[in-house]
């Protein structure tokens, strides 16, 4: 792992693989750091041809915080944008989108395929609508379009999500292993409880920082409704997503294949807001068809 000073600002970041190869950009979701991204993972698909980049979001892990910009109040967010009204946050998503374009910069990547998961896939799409011709093809697993006439969470769900953090390492971890019952895959297919336990505690040591957490969760309250401008996307695109996840209903993974014209679907029966290490052989699979082939899918 290393730290870059991009243009915007610094950012964590770890590459798995031969750079020769076919650039995929890896983007996690809420509050969750690159290591979300196992390094299993990442080894498995460097071994199917991709130079894999994976980083901290900004506010997350060991990139730059914003502490300047405060702790937002969530609930009076949502329920301003549910009123119509605007709100000033610290930052956006398509502010996260452009986090990701300056580290390829950086990196002297031109283009990538980019692959998002959760808000990541919301980052992931912010970035095939403001700078198609830099994405080969985008990834979005269990994520959303904003579309508010679809329902995005169950309440137990959003409850867990929202749930406080804890005050202490052993409240964090015990929280972390809790949501993850709540919004997870169903209990068969889950990862054992110590392997899950090892990696909330890893995550706590190695950056636990909730305001940050809150700050990305208003750039994703007031994003709005991508649909519209994802119609126009003509990026070669795979939608995945778990059949009974409750956090980001199925159904939001259905209307984003729905939004992007020839996207592909790929449903994970059993699959909720995480992705144990049974499902990988599926995903890598369906992830590598995507990247190898996206000549095949090309658009005028």
């Given at each position: 792992m290393a730290q870059i000073q991009t243009a915007r600002l610094a950012l964590e970041y770890d590459t798995f693989g031969n750079?020769?190869?076919?650039?995929?950009?890896?983007?996690?979701?809420?509050?969750?750091?690159?290591?979300?991204?196992?390094?299993?993972?990442?080894?498995?698909?460097?071994?199917?041809?991709?130079?894999?980049?994976?980083?901290?979001?900004?506010?997350?892990?060991?990139?730059?915080?914003?502490?300047?910009?405060?702790?937002?109040n969530i609930d009076a967010?949502?329920?301003?944008?549910?009123k119509g009204e605007q709100v000033e946050v610290p930052y956006q998503l398509t502010d996260m989108a452009d986090d990701a374009f300056s580290l390829l910069d950086a990196l002297g990547i031109e283009r990538a395929h980019v692959?998002?998961?959760?808000?990541?896939?919301?980052?992931v799409q912010a970035m095939a609508i403001a700078n198609a011709e830099r994405v080969l093809s985008m990834t979005s697993i269990m994520s959303a379009t904003g579309?508010?006439?679809?329902?995005?969470?169950?309440?137990?769900a959003f409850e867990a999500l929202m749930s406080p953090p804890?005050?202490?390492?052993?409240?964090?971890?015990?929280r972390s292993l809790k949501v993850g019952k709540v919004i997870g895959s169903l209990p068969e297919f889950l990862d054992p409880i110590h392997?899950?336990?090892?990696?909330?505690?890893?995550?706590?040591?190695?950056?636990?920082?909730?305001?940050?957490?809150?700050?990305?969760?208003?750039?994703?309250?007031?994003?709005?409704?991508?649909?519209?401008?994802?119609?126009?996307v003509k990026v070669p695109t795979l939608v995945i997503h778990g059949t009974v996840d409750p956090l980001v209903r199925?159904?939001?993974?259905?209307?984003?294949?729905?939004?992007?014209?020839?996207?592909?679907?790929?449903?994970?029966t059993g699959m909720g807001h995480d992705m144990p290490r049974g499902f990988w052989p599926t995903i890598i699979e369906h992830i590598t068809l995507r990247t190898h082939h996206e000549g095949r899918f090309a658009r005028d």
């Open positions: 750079e020769d190869d076919r650039p995929l950009l890896l983007v996690m979701g809420l509050g969750a750091q690159m290591t979300a991204w196992n390094e299993e993972f990442c080894t498995l698909l460097a071994e199917r041809g991709h130079f894999i980049i994976r980083f901290d979001n900004r506010d997350c892990g060991l990139s730059q915080k914003f502490p300047e910009f405060g702790v937002p967010v949502r329920e301003a944008v549910d692959c998002g998961a959760s808000m990541g896939g919301m980052i579309n508010r006439d679809i329902e995005l969470s169950e309440p137990e804890g005050n202490t390492r052993e409240e964090s971890i015990e392997e899950r336990r090892a990696r909330a505690a890893a995550a706590y040591d190695r950056s636990f920082y909730p305001a940050g957490i809150a700050r990305q969760m208003s750039a994703i309250s007031v994003a709005g409704d991508r649909s519209p401008a994802l119609g126009n199925f159904e939001c993974g259905e209307d984003t294949r729905d939004a992007i014209a020839d996207a592909e679907m790929l449903a994970v």
